[in-house]
């Protein structure tokens, strides 16, 4: 059963925007801590951020005054605007929920191109 449905990944020159979308299910989205980790080739998966049912934020130090994660209760998704992308930013983002376990998206490609 997919519970996380990640959109808005894509291809973008150094200094652009995009923003990342993941919708939810509701019991799951509401419940749930959410976050996006990103992987790129040969590396680790990190945590990029996290939003906290309470809106409370987390940020990995890389991307602090960059990236914003947000989340709409309302529609159940989480959301996470990038500017001033780098070409390190390059990687596969997932989205990511956690309540007494974790689940995770498909995820979805960024490109940051030089």
């Known amino acids: 059963q997919v519970q996380l449905v990640e959109s808005g990944g894509g291809l973008v020159q150094a200094g652009g925007s995009l923003r990342l979308s993941c919708a939810a299910s509701?019991?799951?989205?509401?419940?749930?801590?959410m976050g996006w980790y990103r992987q790129a080739p040969g590396k680790q998966r990190e945590l990029v951020a996290h939003?906290?049912?309470?809106?409370?934020?987390n940020y990995a130090d890389s991307v602090k005054g960059r990236f914003t994660i947000s989340r709409d209760n309302a529609k159940n998704t989480v959301y996470l605007q990038m500017n001033s992308l780098k070409p390190e930013d390059t990687a596969v983002y997932y989205c990511?929920?956690?309540?007494?376990?974790?689940?995770w998206g498909q995820g979805t490609q960024v490109t940051v191109s030089s």
């Open positions: 990511n929920a956690l309540n007494w376990r974790g689940y």
């Open positions: 509701r019991v799951l989205f509401s419940s749930s801590t």
């Open positions: 939003v906290t049912i309470g809106g409370s934020t």
